[in-house]
């Protein structure tokens, strides 16, 4: 009695099945047009609008569709389901009137009559943006700040200006973004102190609106040089400085001294440290994070910048991701200084290596390689007071979206300054 209930069952439910996929298949036969959509009322968006309609009474309706054409003679199309009651429209590149027209679709693609909307959006994300953009001097480079609330896709144009060798050089490089707020760095402008840049800025959205070009200003970028490892000395682990301990980095293949003699880990050479998830003090029970490792530079100097590189461990023939900006490896730290006056540490400052996104594993390898770049004072470039002694805090990992202490490994620290009078 059982199977004979089940067979009925089965049938009934592939025949809805069958039914809901014809709604959507093409009929080429039909060339009757469905109704026209009636409009309830439109919301104004930024640089947009959502649309809010009863649908016609017609069987095969797919759904309602938008058009309307820009002031560049583009048109952009569009979508949202039958079973949707609105549709939001995007791309307007004022607060100036648009018409856009909607329309009801059948499966066949036969279309209503139109309904003509006048809309007025609210002001466009790219020129928000645009509004934003703050342009700063940074270590033979500068760097521009922007925020996004909309957290829309723009491109930012960034021309820039300078004076090198006798001639005059313009380039300009684009960066792309959706975050809520960004920073982006051009790097590499090795100028002298009366070679200036003179930055200037626009936007782009996705719908091919773009602001002009906007000045900037003009900038004197700030000079720092590598300051050399050679007489960088580290204390043993779990001797103390000020009451913190040197972590204890010589677990495995790792060790301690790797991390300040100028080789990077390329999968191959296993050159990183590693605490075998007892870095705080070596002791298993004083736990792995936050580690600190404690660099005396040797002499006194005044420090610009930290460059951190990771452990890879991504293979012989290095052309894999392996570690880079995952587990293992330190993705938050702080930075301190030693003050001789005080015979405290002073906090520099709080860094999280933000992980790339978009990138093929080559890219990571190349990104990785490079090592990750912080500012001593992120919003306001410059140097530290002089000190002898650094101090290097492993806070969280890259697991678990930066909560976890599972950061066992770092593979280089290179520090930036220059020489305190």
Known sequence: MKNKLIIPILLLMLAAACKKQDRFETESGDSTPPGKVVL???????????????IPKDEDLLGIEAVYTNKSNQSFTF??????????????????????????????GNKSEPLDVKVTPLEPAYTRVAKTVQAKAGFSSFF?????????????YVEYEFPQGGTNRKLTTVFSSNLPADRKFVNDLFLGPNEKVNVKVKVEDIYGNMTEFMDKGTLSLLEDMKIPKQSWTIPNPNDSIGGVPM????????????????????????????????????????????????IDLGGYYQISRIITTQRHSGGLANVSRGQYYRTENVGIYRTYIWDDATSKWDTVMQYTI????????????????????????????????????????????????????????????????????
């Open 354 to 421: 933000p992980v790339p996104a978009g990138l093929t594993e080559l890219e990571f390898v190349k990104k990785g390689e490079a090592g990750d770049m912080a500012y001593m004072y992120p919003d306001n470039p410059q140097y530290t007071k002089p000190t002898r002694k650094f101090r290097f805090e492993a806070v969280k990992g890259f697991s678990g979206n930066y909560t976890l202490d599972d950061a066992n490994c770092l593979s280089e620290i290179t520090l930036y300054g220059k020489k305190a009078q």
């Open 144 to 156: 521009l700040d922007w925020q996004n609330e909309l957290e829309q896709n723009v491109n930012v």
């Open 40 to 54: 309830k009322e439109y919301t104004p968006l930024y640089g947009g609008a959502r649309f809010f309609y009863s």
């Open 79 to 108: 979508m949202a389901s039958y079973f949707i009651d609105s549709l939001d429209v995007y791309g307007f590149g004022s607060i100036d009137e648009y018409t856009v027209q909607l329309y009801a679709v059948d499966r066949s």
């Open 247 to 294: 972590m204890f980095g010589n677990g495995l293949e790792g060790r301690s001294l790797k991390v300040i003699d100028d080789i990077i880990d390329r999968g191959d050479n296993l050159n990183f440290l590693h605490t075998q998830s007892r870095g705080r003090t070596g002791k298993s029970s004083d736990g792995n994070m936050p580690w600190n490792f404690i």
